[in-house]
């Protein structure tokens, strides 16, 4: 009858959830949410499935009814703070993402992929002090997050702390040998230091990685390139 049809449906939310098909989280979701149109959960997993479909408007004007339910689920809410954070910043509202995700750690202080983003977004704006306190703190929480290591490696950089910044970057590719821009950037610094062969080592190991490296030995780093 129809509680188990209900019940079908969740486990199909759930299940689909889990192997990563977005368009069927999006039917299973839409299908509870018809019924039941207050639950936060299925309305949550919506959002993260309209996100990962690169429906990013959709998906954030649903993270933002996630965010107007008291009652939502305290894990649901810090994850539509810090989702509605990543949105924004895509669109260069750092300041706006900033407040989001400093809301979703208000909710969830010891998520180390908050502290990572949140790091990422004040180094966007320059805030690399700050940024810097964010990313060790995300890596104190969870040492293998090579965003973390990368991001922190960049604002190390420019603040001139190049030894520690060189030190990121070298565990980083200890872990990941293949991240073409901890290569390209750590040659950089190399290469500013006068250490001309480990620097030669790594231009060519990001040129082989990345073609877009090939022919800028020495200069800025491609902006669509991430760790």
Not at 138 to 159: D, F, I, K, M, P
């Given at each position: 009858?129809?509680?188990?049809?209900?019940?079908?449906?969740?486990?199909?939310?759930?299940?689909?959830?889990?192997?990563?098909?977005?368009?069927?989280?999006?039917?299973?979701?839409?299908?509870?949410?018809?019924?039941?149109?207050?639950?936060?959960?299925?309305?949550?997993?919506?959002?993260?499935?309209?996100?990962?479909?690169?429906?990013?408007?959709?998906?954030?004007?649903?993270?933002?009814?996630?965010?107007?339910?008291?009652?939502?689920?305290?894990?649901?809410?810090?994850?539509?703070?810090?989702?509605?954070?990543?949105?924004?910043?895509?669109?260069?509202?750092?300041?706006?993402?900033?407040?989001?995700?400093?809301?979703?750690?208000?909710?969830?202080?010891?998520?180390?992929?908050?502290?990572?983003?949140?790091?990422?977004?004040?180094?966007?704006l320059g805030?690399?002090?700050?940024?810097?306190?964010?990313?060790?703190?995300?890596?104190?929480?969870?040492?293998?997050?090579?965003?973390?290591?990368?991001?922190?490696?960049?604002?190390?950089?420019?603040?001139?702390?190049?030894?520690?910044?060189?030190?990121?970057?070298?565990?980083?590719?200890?872990?990941?040998?293949?991240?073409?821009?901890?290569?390209?950037n750590l040659?950089?610094?190399?290469?500013?230091?006068?250490?001309?062969?480990?620097?030669?080592?790594?231009?060519?190991?990001?040129?082989?990685?990345?073609?877009?490296?090939?022919?800028?030995?020495?200069?800025?780093?491609?902006?669509?390139?991430?760790?």
């Open positions: 009858g129809l509680f188990r049809n209900e019940g079908i449906q969740w486990s199909l939310l759930d299940l689909s959830s889990r192997l990563g098909q977005y368009a069927a989280v999006e039917t299973y979701a839409r299908r509870i949410l018809s019924r039941q149109p207050d639950e936060t959960g299925p309305r949550a997993q919506l959002a993260q499935a309209l996100m990962m479909q690169g429906r990013l408007r959709q998906a954030e004007r649903e993270f933002r009814v996630v965010l107007s339910d008291d009652g939502a689920d305290i894990h649901d809410q810090a994850s539509a703070h810090q989702n509605v954070g990543v949105l924004l910043g895509a669109r260069g509202d750092f300041a706006a993402a900033v407040a989001e995700l400093r809301a979703a750690l208000e909710l969830d202080p010891a998520n180390a992929n908050y502290h990572a983003e949140l790091g990422r977004t004040l180094a966007a805030r690399h002090d700050e940024a810097i306190a964010s990313l060790r703190e995300a890596l104190r929480l969870n040492s293998g997050l090579s965003q973390a290591n990368y991001y922190l490696a960049v604002s190390l950089t420019e603040v001139g702390r190049l030894a520690e910044a060189i030190e990121c970057y070298r565990t980083l590719l200890a872990a990941d040998r293949d991240n073409a821009g901890a290569h390209y040659a950089r610094i190399l290469a500013s230091q006068g250490q001309a062969e480990p620097a030669e080592r790594h231009f060519r190991a990001a040129a082989r990685l990345d073609p877009r490296y090939a022919n800028a030995p020495g200069g800025t780093q491609p902006e669509t390139q991430r760790p």
